[in-house]
């Protein structure tokens, strides 16, 4: 029954790990889950059968229950699962280690490492909750995400401090009658530095993570500015050059009045109301950062042939500074675009609803086909998701900062795939 028990708990450890620190999904075909089971059910059975732990059928029940598990690569699982299997296996020998130092300190007899485990597999679950919580959940970060010198570096630090402690320990527990209660003190204290020493490499590999993100961040808002920037200068440009001109063209109305062409007057008075009406904001808002966004990335719908529509009206400005607009407002349109862009019939709409104490802004925007939206999601449909979906965490930041909601779907309008994200601001500036 042992172990049974410990099968599962290596099991369930196993799957912990990799569903929230690599982010991977468990198989929709149950058929699957329940072999990846039953194969780590029946591994324990035949252990407890011969009443022998094999190493060899633990590493296969182990990788082909996880392989069997997890929909992903086979080549990424086996790899993953053999990683796994070697550094939960160090943390397990620095967790049996302290339970035996605490046994054999107190002078408790007959620690026969049979029913030692179970409280090893405990406390070493309870360092992988404690990571995920104090470190990876808090930051946004995952292991998937930890860069491979880094990972690499975790299984060799654990490596030597596994083989230094295998030969202390040995020493210790053949001796530890030599030695008064300084000895299981400073046996603790140098494991406890040892799981130190793996968080502060976790640390630097989560700050390396949190400044490049801030890096690229930073890099999309101003590449956004400067688009912006651009086209107002694009903007400014033309205005001059029609000032420039201006003296001209009142010649030539004053030429044409003269000789009573009245027809012709009104014709070159339409045609230069319909050149300075091009230099005019062609969606007002109600704030000033959001008519500047909106109706740059108008100019980007109009020159992809995509219907860009804007509805509603705010009284006055809202509590986001500009950066945060950009940040929010910037990469709602911008993945908009994209997205759009390859539909048969691309188009785009933008909903303002103001309420007492709050600002709506939802954005409408055709997709190729209907998605399945999880909860909270956050995953960008691009290949290279190292570089791609930051927009759609810089959303959903810029919208916790300001204490707001934000809700996304799919759905099927006229017959047309869309998606639809809400965005729900407080008018007041909670920041």
């Not at 990972?151 to 020493?171: D, E, P, R, T």
């Not at 009406?277 to 995509?306: P, Q």
């Amino acid at each position: 029954m042992v172990y049974i028990v410990d099968n599962i708990s290596n099991y369930l450890i196993f799957l912990f790990i990799i569903y929230f620190g690599f982010r991977l999904c468990p198989r929709k075909n149950r058929f699957f889950i329940g072999s990846s089971i039953l194969i780590m059910l029946s591994a324990g059975a035949f252990n407890a059968y011969f009443d022998a732990n094999s190493p060899i059928l633990y590493i296969f029940w182990s990788a082909l229950s996880i392989c069997l598990f997890f929909d992903e690569c086979l080549s990424h699982l086996l790899v993953l699962s053999a990683a796994l299997m070697y550094f939960t296996g160090i943390v397990d020998t620095f967790s049996v280690m302290l339970i035996q130092v605490v046994l054999i300190g107190r002078g408790v007899e007959g620690t026969d490492v049979i029913w030692w485990m179970e409280p090893a597999y405990l406390l070493s679950f309870l360092l992988y909750l404690m990571v995920y919580l104090r470190l990876f959940k808090k930051n946004d970060v995952y292991l998937c995400d930890i860069e491979f010198k880094y990972k690499l570096a975790l299984l060799i630090q654990g490596s030597i401090f596994q083989m230094f402690y295998n030969f202390v320990f040995s020493f210790f527990h053949e001796n530890h009658e030599m030695y008064g209660s300084d000895a299981y003190v400073i046996f603790f204290i140098s494991i406890a530095g040892a799981m130190y020493s793996i968080f502060l490499t976790l640390g630097f590999a989560i700050k390396n993570i949190l400044s490049d993100r801030q890096n690229r961040e930073l890099q999309s808002f101003m590449y956004m500015q400067r688009q912006q920037y651009d086209y107002q200068l694009q903007q400014s440009v033309a205005v001059r050059r029609f000032k420039h001109d201006l003296v001209n063209h009142i010649g030539v109305l004053r030429e044409l009045a003269n000789q009573k062409r009245t027809e012709e007057v009104k014709e070159y008075i339409d045609t230069i109301w319909n050149i300075q009406d091009a230099f005019d904001l062609k969606i007002h808002t109600g704030d000033s950062f959001l008519d500047v966004i909106v109706n740059y990335y108008l100019y980007l719908a109009e020159k992809g042939n995509i219907d860009f529509a804007v509805s509603g009206k705010l009284t006055g400005k809202t509590s986001l500074d500009m950066f945060d607009m950009t940040t929010l407002v910037g990469n709602i349109l911008q993945n908009a675009i994209e997205a759009a862009g390859h539909t048969a019939t691309p188009k785009i709409r933008v909903d303002l609803i103001e309420h007492k104490k709050e600002i709506f802004i939802v954005v409408s925007n055709s997709v190729a086909k209907k998605m399945n939206i999880p909860k909270d999601f956050l995953r960008t449909s691009k290949a290279d998701t190292a570089n791609h979906g930051i927009g759609l965490k810089n959303i959903a930041a810029t919208v916790h900062k300001y204490h707001g909601e934000y809700y996304m779907e799919s759905i099927v309008e006229n017959g047309e795939a869309m998606f639809k994200i809400s965005i729900a601001i407080s008018k007041e500036n909670k920041v």
